[in-house]
């Protein structure tokens, strides 16, 4: 990930009814919500929550897909990891993780893929 990319996903999270709506389409992974769903859940009303995926799909956090007439909405994983590993390449003075005990679950995690 570019620097450049890594702002404009940080930016698209760091307004609280887009982080929510992002944390919201990360737990319901894999099947992911549809805008309706998303509006009940968050209490956003469908034109703010309209605005809002959109952000998150500009940022290459979230894509649509079209299953008949409706839309459903799913967290881009691979670009929120690539984002967490841009945040977290240079931790640990070049130790690696696996050798800092406040790093070892993150190290874990890209071992397993998540």
Do not use: W
């Amino acid at each position: 990930m570019e620097e450049n990319e890594a702002i404009v996903a940080l930016t698209a999270l760091a307004q609280t009814a887009r982080l929510r709506v992002f944390r919201a389409l990360v737990g319901a992974e894999p099947l992911g919500l549809t805008p309706g769903e998303l509006s009940a859940m968050l209490d956003l009303p469908a034109s703010t929550l309209s605005f809002h995926l959109k952000e998150l799909v500009h940022a290459g956090l979230a894509t649509p897909s079209r299953t008949g007439r409706s839309l459903n909405y799913r967290p881009s994983l691979t670009h929120m990891n690539a984002l967490l590993d841009y945040l977290s390449a240079h931790c640990c003075q070049g130790a690696g993780c696996e050798s800092v005990p406040a790093c070892a679950p993150r190290a874990r995690s890209r071992r397993l893929g998540v």
